[in-house]
């Protein structure tokens, strides 16, 4: 793992002021191949305010990232995964990524850090490891707290895909021997949308009215407490992503594991 490049992100929040002494929240960013999740990190960080977000990705190379954006900006910084398999080593990668971004936080200084996930992720999976590590005292979790997850939905084949019959491995999205191989589309599909605190359609100019009714439709009824915003090519609000550190927010727990909605100081 190795920290190649920086920027400074997002634009207005609203906040409750915490104590300075504050965790970095981290927002999980999810979606299948395809639903626009590397836009949607572009659009982000050409949107700045003087916010700076560590980012954690699956393939450096295909974020893209503007030299304009990197020069000069060396305190914060981009990990790469080497692991998208979110059952099985990704757990621990997370948190060694968490902590190559965390290990010098006064140098960086970094306000919220945004994991991009692979396309056969499991929010949920991540979620209860990162719980775990709470649990057991893991120093990371320390210096960070999980504060949402965000799911991309390519609108315009977002129904089609909860209607399939494939498995993962059939559209080669997971190698056949991977843990997700083997698994269902709409299976994965309702995971990733069951777990989110935010629902992003995206494509909506490539789906049309129709498309973007059922695709809005299916996700309300898989997950009726989420946020929803409609967009084209992720440009998404800023703040719908990241949550700045020092502020309050409401993350949704796992629906195995607790009722309802806890608030949560990151702090």
């Not at 970095?24 to 626009?36: D, E, Y």
């Not at 210096?143 to 315009?156: E, P, R, W």
């Not at 777990?195 to 439709?217: C, F, H, I, R, W």
Request: hydrophobic share 40%; with cysteine; proline share 3%.
């Amino acid at each position: 793992i190795s920290i190649i490049a920086s920027w400074s992100a997002a634009s207005a929040f609203s906040s409750v002021p915490l104590t300075s002494n504050d965790k970095v929240p981290i927002t999980l960013l999810t979606g299948f191949l395809g639903s626009g999740k590397t836009c949607t990190l572009q659009h982000l960080l050409e949107n700045t305010d003087g916010i700076k977000i560590g980012v954690i990705v699956n393939d450096v190379a295909s974020v893209n990232i503007d030299s304009k954006l990197i020069a000069g900006k060396t305190e914060s910084g981009i990990v790469e995964l080497q692991n998208g398999c979110a059952c099985c080593s990704l757990a621990d990668e997370l948190l060694t990524s968490v902590n190559a971004l965390l290990e010098d936080d006064t140098k960086r200084e970094l306000d919220a850090l945004v994991v991009e996930l692979s396309g056969v992720a499991d929010p949920m999976a991540i979620k209860a490891n990162w719980k775990t590590a709470s649990s057991n005292g893991h120093p990371v979790t320390e210096k960070a707290c999980l504060s949402q997850v965000v799911t991309l939905i390519d609108a315009s084949t977002f129904g089609t895909d909860w209607m399939s019959f494939d498995v993962a491995g059939d559209r080669s999205w997971a190698e056949k021997d991977d843990c997700a191989g083997h698994r269902e589309v709409p299976e994965l599909l309702a995971e990733q949308v069951e777990a989110a605190n935010v629902l992003v359609l995206n494509k909506k100019d490539l789906a049309g009215p129709e498309q973007v009714q059922v695709a809005s439709t299916l996700a309300r009824s898989l997950n009726p407490d989420a946020t929803m915003e409609e967009v084209e090519y992720g440009r998404v609000t800023p703040n719908t992503i990241v949550n700045k550190r020092g502020t309050k927010v409401r993350i949704a727990e796992d629906n195995k594991d607790a009722d309802g909605i806890d608030d949560i100081d990151i702090m």
